[in-house]
Each structure stands twice: as structure tokens, then as C-alpha cells.
């Protein structure tokens, strides 16, 4: 740029560039228009520069215009001298408390084992029991974040009995107590003021067939000769499932799977609960059930690493739809008991049609 570019000549008493910058030594500055809008000019303090990027890098605001920065501003990310090695990226943890978690499943898994090969019929109480549990969890989570109370009397008495019809009398006695569970829920829910009654009665029809009714098919499969051993293999490939879908999401997933309903299941996972359960599978059938061959095991947990996912989403659903993140607090690491069975309850009407195709009933 040559000195045209700058403004009129230098004229006596400019002394090159230092009077650029203001009065000197060597005399004033040259008066006129000009120069002094230049003056005041150089005199301006000079703007605060922020001291981090106006927009973008490691803040999410997506607001025009720089923010000014300084010890003020507690919420500004400090940032690097130059030359300073970048920090590590952050480890990924767990999303529960892992060692509360493996301790109350191993408790769970010493109730459970024990009652299923001992005596029949306790295991047929602790199901009841927890039917009974998970609809109070199911109906108080209703009652508080919709104001939908669907009657728990009538349920908890007739989902217990479902649970035992289905295991003295088979399907049709589940068909008929599940009947009168319905019949008593649209009864009970009369005594109470009309408003609200319809989403009372078919949130608690609802409850009655997503809880104690798919339960049935657990205490179905215990009433075979080998009953128990059926029941173990379907709670070890649902846990399998679930665990190598946790695993395997956990180190690799980077593909979301339904980001709407649960954004931490990833393709990976899937991919991960299907393997697991079908190794699983095929070495329960082959050693575990009388009669069973290996490929049917492979089917077997395949089906069973769907719909213990689609379980999983199912409730997902529904506790997004309350805005809640567990059904309760019951179990340490877990959240409550509705959240163990969300994964079990429609995986048991699976294994249990499957099984009856591959060895009878």
C-alpha cells in the first residue's frame, strides 16, 4: 500500500509515523478535521478481546456475539496455554452403581435358585409376590405423575391368583382369572366419582395383563417335568441378553438404536445381547433341557435377545411418557422391581410357546 492510501501528506511538524500515533517531541500534531478524528481516534481505550471463541468450540450456546471473558465468568471453559498437551477425553462409566447392582442381583439370583428346585410352590409365591410389588410400583407411578388411579386392590388380588391359576390350571385358568381381574378393576373403580373412570379402568386392564398376566407363563413353564430347569434357562438368557447388550454397548456402541426412547441402547448392544444369547441358547438346549438340540437354542436366543430388548423399550416408553428414570427405589443399582421384570415379563410368553414347539409340554 503505498502513502496516497493514507490521507492527505504529511505536512510541517509531522514527524513520519511516531505522530501517526499522537503528539510527539517534535512538535504538535497538525490541526484540521482530518486529524482530529484521527486524535480522538487514538485515544479510545482499546475494546476488551474475549478470550475465548465468540461461538462454537466447547460451549453449546449458539447465541450471536462474543462473551466477554475474565475471572467474572466462572462458567467459561478455562483454556489451554499454547503448547500444553490436550487433556485426555473422558473415560466412559457406567450408568449405575455397578457393585450395588452385581449384589443385589446375586441375591435375587440365591432367592430365586433356591426356591425354583426346592419346593414348586414357593417359587409360585415369590413370582406372586413380586407381581404384586411391581403393579404398586406401576399403579403409584401413574397415580403421581398423571393423576390416573387405577384401583390396586382388585389388581394385587387378582394378579396373585393369576399367577397361581396358571400354574394349577395352565392357560385357560390365566384366560379366566385375568376375566375377573378385568371384571373387578371396572367394579371397584365404581364406588369413586365418575370423572377420570374410563382412563382409570384401562390403565388398571393395562397393568393386569402387562404384569401378573405375562407372568403366568413362568409359573406355565414350572409345571412341566423339568420345569424348573425351563425356568432357569429363560432368567440366564434374559440376563445374558441384557448383559451382553450392556457390555457390548457399553465399549463399542457408537450407533444409536431408538434415540428417542432410550438413548443409551446402540445397535452394538443389540448386536452383542443376540450373540450372547444365542451361545447361551444353544448350550442350555444341548445341556440343560431333556431332549433339546442345539439350533433350537440358537432360535430360542435369538427370540429372546428381541423381546427382552423390545421389553426393555417398552418400559422405556412408558417412563418417558411419566418423566421418570426408574419405576422405584426398591433395589439398589436397579431402580425398583418393575425394572428387572421389564425385560422378563414379555420374554416369558416367548420362551414358553417355544419351548412347548421344541420338547412339549
Not at 114 to 140: D, M, N, P, Q, R
Not at 267 to 279: D, K, S
Request: aromatic share 8%; proline share 8%; with cysteine.
Amino acid at each position: 500500500m503505498n502513502d496516497s492510501s493514507r490521507g492527505a501528506p504529511p505536512t510541517a511538524g509531522y514527524s513520519g509515523y511516531t505522530d501517526y500515533w499522537g503528539p510527539t517531541d517534535h512538535g504538535a500534531a497538525p490541526a484540521g478535521p482530518a486529524y482530529d478524528a484521527l486524535d480522538t481516534q487514538q485515544t479510545r481505550p482499546m475494546p476488551i478481546v474475549p478470550d475465548g471463541p465468540a461461538n462454537g468450540g466447547d460451549q453449546d450456546d449458539d447465541r450471536e456475539g462474543a462473551r466477554p471473558g475474565g475471572p467474572l465468568f466462572r462458567d467459561e471453559t478455562p483454556q489451554e496455554p499454547m503448547g500444553a498437551p490436550s487433556p485426555p477425553p473422558p473415560r466412559k462409566r457406567a450408568g449405575r452403581d455397578l457393585r450395588a447392582a452385581i449384589g443385589v442381583g446375586l441375591g435375587l439370583g440365591v432367592l430365586v435358585v433356591t426356591s425354583l428346585f426346592i419346593v414348586k410352590a414357593v417359587f409360585v409365591g415369590v413370582v406372586a409376590v413380586a407381581v404384586v410389588v411391581g403393579l404398586w410400583e406401576l399403579t403409584s407411578r401413574l397415580d403421581e405423575k398423571k393423576g390416573i388411579k387405577a384401583p390396586l386392590v382388585p389388581l394385587a388380588v387378582g394378579g396373585a391368583a393369576m399367577v397361581v391359576a396358571g400354574y394349577l390350571r395352565g392357560a385357560e385358568g390365566a384366560w379366566v382369572a385375568m376375566a375377573l381381574t378385568a371384571l373387578a378393576v371396572l367394579v371397584w373403580r365404581m364406588t369413586a366419582p365418575p370423572e377420570g373412570y374410563l382412563k382409570d379402568v384401562t390403565a388398571g386392564i393395562f397393568a393386569a395383563f402387562y404384569v401378573p398376566f405375562l407372568a403366568t407363563f413362568v409359573a406355565m413353564m414350572l409345571t412341566a417335568d423339568d420345569g424348573p430347569r425351563r425356568v432357569l434357562m429363560f432368567m440366564v438368557l434374559t440376563v445374558v441378553s441384557d448383559t451382553g447388550a450392556y457390555a457390548v454397548g457399553w465399549r463399542f456402541g457408537t450407533h444409536k438404536l431408538a434415540p428417542r426412547i432410550s438413548p443409551g441402547k446402540t445397535r452394538e448392544g443389540l448386536a452383542g445381547a443376540i450373540v450372547f444369547a444365542m451361545v447361551a441358547g444353544a448350550l442350555c438346549m444341548q445341556f440343560l433341557i431333556h431332549d433339546g438340540i442345539w439350533w433350537q437354542g440358537l432360535l430360542l436366543g435369538l427370540a429372546v435377545a428381541a423381546t427382552a430388548t423390545l421389553g426393555d423399550l417398552g418400559e422405556s416408553m412408558i417412563k418417558r411418557d411419566l418423566g421418570i428414570k426408574d419405576m422405584g427405589t426398591l433395589l439398589p443399582g436397579h431402580g425398583g422391581i418393575m425394572d428387572r421384570l421389564d425385560s422378563l415379563l414379555p420374554t416369558a410368553p416367548v420362551v414358553w410357546l417355544l419351548l412347548v414347539i421344541f420338547v412339549g409340554s
